[in-house]
T-cell receptor, first 119, second 113 residues
């Protein structure tokens, strides 16, 4: 079945360590996104990518980095510069700007999330 | 400033009762509008979406939502709540280029037996 796979589901990190969260999609979507979710704050956009080899900062990009070398993959690295990394991270994809014909596209499809805890 | 507001953090309803979750947006024009549902520890699932046309939108699981442009609202409704509807609900908007989606802070729904 087509979908978005995030791994690992749970991750523990010591302070000062970088950690990379994986996100893979087989939906043939152009656009991919990373959100951070904290209780009571909804989802906040970290980075997004509309096309391979291009990505843009979202609202809370500091302390994070991404790459988009393949259409299917959009890994997120949480660096030691991120002051409060403990959170639930959600990856999403959408068909993107080029696939809006018929008004039946445009929504976000989400993975099941990765919970990062800094010890 | 552009924003999506869900004024209710928690709501408790009895099983079988009706439900209305509020969402207000502040953008220059009516953006694309969405409601998502999230079960604990899971990703988000789309309930319904509004792009244009009829302002009353039907979704999955018996949910519907109505766009009221004069109030900049997109409230989610269900006539009879089931215990399995207990979850967190997020309202979201996307601007016309779909570069970004903005989410409200969520409303947690508790269903009493």
């Amino acid at each position: 079945d087509g979908g978005i796979t995030q791994s690992p589901k749970y991750l523990f990190r010591k302070e000062g360590q970088n950690v990379t969260l994986s996100c893979e999609q087989n939906l043939n979507h152009d656009a991919m996104y990373w959100y951070r979710q904290d209780p009571g704050q909804g989802l906040r956009l970290i980075y997004y990518s509309q096309i391979v080899n291009d990505f843009q900062k979202g609202d809370i990009a500091e302390g994070y980095s991404v790459s988009r070398e393949k259409k299917e993959s959009f890994p997120l690295t949480v660096t030691s510069a991120q002051k409060n990394p403990t959170a639930f991270y959600l990856c999403a994809s959408s068909p993107g700007q080029g696939r809006l014909a018929g008004m039946n596209t445009g929504e976000l499809f989400f993975g099941e999330g990765s919970r990062l805890t800094v010890l | 400033a552009q924003s999506v507001t869900q004024p209710d953090i928690h709501i408790t309803v009895s099983e079988g009762a009706s439900l209305e979750l509020r969402c207000n947006y502040s953008y220059g024009a009516t953006p694309y509008l969405f409601w998502y549902v999230q079960s604990p520890g899971q990703g988000l699932q789309l309930l319904l979406k509004y792009f244009s046309g009829d302002t009353l939108v039907q979704g999955i699981k018996g949910f519907e939502a109505e766009v009221k442009r004069s109030q900049s609202s997109f409230n989610l409704r269900k006539p009879s709540v089931h215990w399995s509807d207990a979850a967190e609900y997020f309202c979201a908007v996307a601007l016309y280029n779909f570069n970004k989606f903005y989410f409200g802070s969520g409303t947690k729904l508790n269903v009493k037996p």
